[in-house]
């Protein structure tokens, strides 16, 4: 079965500084990888997300995120943080099953934005 | 463009109580996924479901949790006698049907049960 480990519950970082967001999986064959982010009292948004080729994807707001075969990691980053960019994160392992995909999630990462 | 609705947004049960959630997916999708997500935790998954079908419900509790997707109508997550531990959110998700391409599942805004 597969798993997703998010080492940090919290992390705190100030306004224009770089972020990374740590994200480990596991599972028994190619990973469907996504980075959703959540909003106090607001549904999950799809930040980026992994399917095969280029390791290093692009997503909305600026954020990015690497795949790391060897190290079984997804890591998010962003140069530089707003303030907007405080919310929850969380990381996902797709498993593609008989013509459906069910989710993994990670517990998530709070990221506090200082000024 | 409306993504996938859930209603309501929040919704208070006394212990014992019958809580009916709603799901309706975006136009287009036709498979349907229910999470919960207990305080401080990750997103689990519940039960997958297409219309008229349980696909997959190996998240679910074995009891007093069902769900259904009709031939007309949203999806509806139902939860019988509830006790303080069903507070969470509880998430709906849609996709269109993929075969065996993998496809995005888009999230609702959630439904927040409290019980008293």
């Known amino acids: 079965a597969q798993s997703v480990t998010q080492p940090d519950i919290h992390i705190t970082v100030s306004e224009g500084a770089s972020l990374e967001l740590r994200c480990n999986y596991s599972?028994?064959?190619?990973?469907?990888l996504f980075w959703y982010v959540q909003s106090p009292g607001q549904g999950l948004q799809l930040l980026l997300k992994?399917?095969?080729?280029?390791?290093l994807v692009q997503g909305i707001k600026g954020f990015e995120a690497e795949f790391k075969r060897s190290q079984s990691s997804f890591n998010l980053r962003k140069p530089s943080v707003h303030w907007s960019d405080a919310a929850e994160y969380f990381c996902a392992v797709g498993a593609l099953n008989s013509g459906y995909s069910t989710l993994t999630f990670g517990k998530g990462t709070m990221l506090l934005v200082s000024p | 463009n409306a993504g996938v609705m859930q209603n309501p947004r929040h919704l208070v049960r006394r212990r014992g109580q019958e809580a009916r959630l709603r799901c309706s997916p975006m136009?287009?999708?036709?498979?349907v996924y229910w999470y919960r997500q207990l305080p401080e935790e990750g997103l689990k998954f519940m039960v997958y479901?297409?219309?008229?079908?349980?696909?997959?419900e190996s998240g679910m509790p074995k009891e007093r949790f069902s769900a259904e997707f009709p031939k007309e109508g949203p999806s509806i997550l139902r939860i019988q006698q509830v006790v303080r531990g069903d507070s969470a959110a509880y998430f709906c998700?849609?996709?269109?049907?993929?075969?065996?391409?993998?496809?995005?599942?888009?999230f609702g805004d959630g439904t927040r049960l409290s019980i008293l």
């Open positions: 599972y028994g064959a190619t990973p469907y």
């Open positions: 136009k287009g999708h036709s498979h």
């Open positions: 992994y399917f095969s080729g280029d390791t």
């Open positions: 998700a849609s996709s269109p049907p993929g075969g065996e391409r993998y496809q995005p599942q888009h």
């Open positions: 479901l297409q219309k008229e079908n349980i696909i997959d």
